[in-house]
Nanobody, 119 residues
């Protein structure tokens, strides 16, 4: 099993920045890819960014050039640096970890951290 704990959310004005962190614990050796998703009120959860075990990254178009995902394997932590924030970025942000198929391919989620961007 893997546990994920997010931190770093909060209230920020439009144009500001936040850095989210997600610390993984437990069977971290089984993790391959990690990512961030978000869910705004009344909307479906959507992918924001992912990073593979080989540090390949992927972003939803709406955050390209503004958000950067990175990981520190020594600290079992994945980050999401969010710059030039917009009110439409307001959402609960969830950390995600995908288990390597060799270990069963489980999917793990954190409980989320709220990001509110005021106009």
């Amino acid at each position: 099993q893997v546990q994920l704990v997010e931190s770093g959310g909060g209230l920020v004005q439009a144009g500001g920045s936040l850095r989210l962190s997600c610390v993984a614990s437990g069977s971290t050796f089984s993790i391959s890819g990690m990512g961030w998703y978000r869910q705004a009120p009344g909307k479906l959860r959507e992918l924001v960014a992912t990073i593979s075990s080989g540090d390949n990254t992927n972003y939803v178009d709406s955050v390209k050039g503004r958000f950067t995902i990175s990981r520190d394997n020594a600290k079992n932590t994945v980050y999401l640096q969010m710059n030039s924030l917009k009110p439409e970025d307001t959402a609960v942000y969830y950390c995600n970890a995908e288990g390597d198929p060799y270990y069963g391919g489980m999917t793990y989620w954190g409980k989320g951290t709220l990001v509110t961007v005021s106009s």
